[in-house]
């Protein structure tokens, strides 16, 4: 009696596609389950990834340079402070002025572009500026990454680096995942010993099993190696 969902032929040799329509019909997706983020690489995801908040979540600099305000090339503005990455400037932009700034650090109140350091000629206390200065220049906006709520990764996607820094810019710090698959390697034959184990008359060793456990391990499953004698009935 055939089991359910094998071909009516499986009493004979089976071709490859018949083999691998049988073995697909009796496949059902794998349970999920939520990991941190940490432990993700190579999994595969079970649902949409959204961004949780505007990225970046702040206008700032796109390069070194002064933050400014937009205007004529020629000036020379007074340097009142300086915006580090992590470390915001302690006081607004006022005309005349400008603000020494790091590339990511938060753009300061009152101005509305940077100059990047090549274009300037800084002298003690001041800095003149050696371009005309757009409004907008150098400068990366809330959200220019990832709008709130838009959509990052979708389900099904395989976790890599790149996917595992989007999702935790888009917030995440853990992620559901499909489970990992676990799969068992039947290895038969009596000639078969273990690897690095001395040779009897007529064994080999057990390269199969290896290799196989290895290809389930690299697509991301758990392999279990099972030894199984030759049936003599």
Do not use: W, Y
Not at 76 to 96: F, K, M, N, V, W
Not at 113 to 138: C, T
Not at 204 to 230: E, F, K, Q
């Amino acid at each position: 009696m055939r089991r359910a969902g094998l071909p009516a032929k499986c009493g004979v040799m089976l071709s490859i596609d018949e083999a691998r329509a049988a073995v697909l019909a009796e496949v059902r997706p794998l349970e999920d389950e939520e990991v941190a983020i940490g432990e993700a690489l190579g999994r595969v995801l079970a649902q949409d990834i959204a961004a949780v908040a505007d990225v970046p979540g702040f206008a700032n600099s796109a390069m070194d340079g002064f933050a400014v305000r937009s205007g004529p090339a020629g000036r020379r503005l007074l340097i009142a402070g300086e915006s580090r990455a992590g470390a915001p400037a302690s006081a607004s932009l006022a005309d005349g002025e400008a603000i020494r700034i790091s590339t990511g650090a938060m753009l300061p109140d009152g101005a509305d572009a940077v100059l990047q350091i090549e274009l300037v000629d800084e002298d003690v206390g001041s800095v003149v500026l050696n371009d005309d200065v757009a409004p907008g220049r150098n400068v990366r906006h809330p959200g220019e990454d990832m709008r709130a709520g838009t959509t990052v990764l979708r389900s099904g996607t395989v976790l890599g680096p790149a996917e595992l820094g989007a999702a935790v810019n888009a917030g995440r710090a853990a992620v559901r995942v499909a489970r990992r698959p676990r799969v068992a390697i039947l290895a038969t034959g009596d000639e078969l010993v273990e690897p690095g184990a001395p040779l009897g008359p007529g064994q080999v060793h057990d390269s199969n099993a290896t290799t196989l456990s290895a290809l389930v391990a690299r697509s991301g499953g758990h392999a279990r190696a099972l030894r199984v004698p030759d049936d003599r009935a």
